[in-house]
C-alpha cells in the first residue's frame, strides 16, 4: 500500500505504508506531517491543499489471472 500526495492533479511524493498498521490511530498521520513538512514551501506556493490517498497498487491474484 501506499499514501500519496496531490497537490491539484500532480502527484507529488509516494510513500509505502503497512496494511497492517493503516487502521491505527495516528499512523497515516505521521506520514501526512512528515509530507506537509517536506514540501511546506511547494504547497504555500500553490492555491490548492494538498490532497492524500491510499492505495493498494499490487495487483490482485483475481485480476492477474483475468489478465491471462
Same mark, same amino acid.
Given at each position: *500500500?501506499?499514501? *500519496? *500526495?496531490? @497537490? /491539484?492533479?500532480?502527484?507529488?511524493?509516494?510513500?509505502?505504508? %503497512?496494511?497492517?498498521?493503516?487502521?491505527? &490511530? /495516528? +499512523?497515516? /498521520?505521521?506520514?501526512?506531517?512528515?509530507? =506537509?513538512?517536506? +514540501?511546506?514551501?511547494? @504547497?504555500?506556493?500553490?492555491? =490548492? &491543499? &494538498?490532497?492524500?490517498?491510499? $492505495?493498494? @497498487? $499490487? &495487483? %490482485?491474484? !483475481? %485480476?492477474?489471472?483475468? !489478465?491471462?
Amino acid at each position: *500500500m501506499q499514501l *500519496m *500526495m496531490f @497537490i /491539484g492533479n500532480d502527484l507529488i511524493e509516494a510513500v509505502p505504508v %503497512s496494511e497492517e498498521r493503516v487502521s491505527q &490511530p /495516528g +499512523y497515516l /498521520g505521521k506520514f501526512k506531517r512528515m509530507l =506537509k513538512d517536506k +514540501y511546506a514551501d511547494l @504547497i504555500r506556493e500553490s492555491s =490548492k &491543499p &494538498p490532497e492524500f490517498l491510499v $492505495t493498494d @497498487i $499490487t &495487483p %490482485s491474484s !483475481q %485480476s492477474a489471472s483475468e !489478465q491471462s
